[in-house]
């Protein structure tokens, strides 16, 4: 699995967001009906949160090959 760094979109900003990742079988989330996993300035627990979000070791032997980060 690589991960792949990528800067917040204008839209993302605008809701609040300071952290997303996406799996991905392909290095870019242009894909349509990808998941994408967003964390806000508001949650809770928001260093434990980017931090398992961060750790995709489980999905090394799926078909997903990158984990796109926007930070």
């Not at 204008?10 to 809701?15: D, G, I, V």
């Not at 508001?42 to 489980?58: Q, V």
């Amino acid at each position: 699995m690589r991960k792949v760094y990528r800067k917040l979109t204008k839209e993302q900003k605008a809701r609040g967001v300071i952290f997303s990742s996406a799996l991905s079988p392909y290095p870019t989330d242009d894909i349509y009906g990808l998941t994408v996993h967003e964390v806000n300035k508001n949650d809770l627990d928001i260093s434990k949160t980017i931090a398992r979000l961060k750790d995709d070791r489980f999905f090394n032997d799926s078909h997903f090959k990158y984990n796109i980060i926007r930070r």
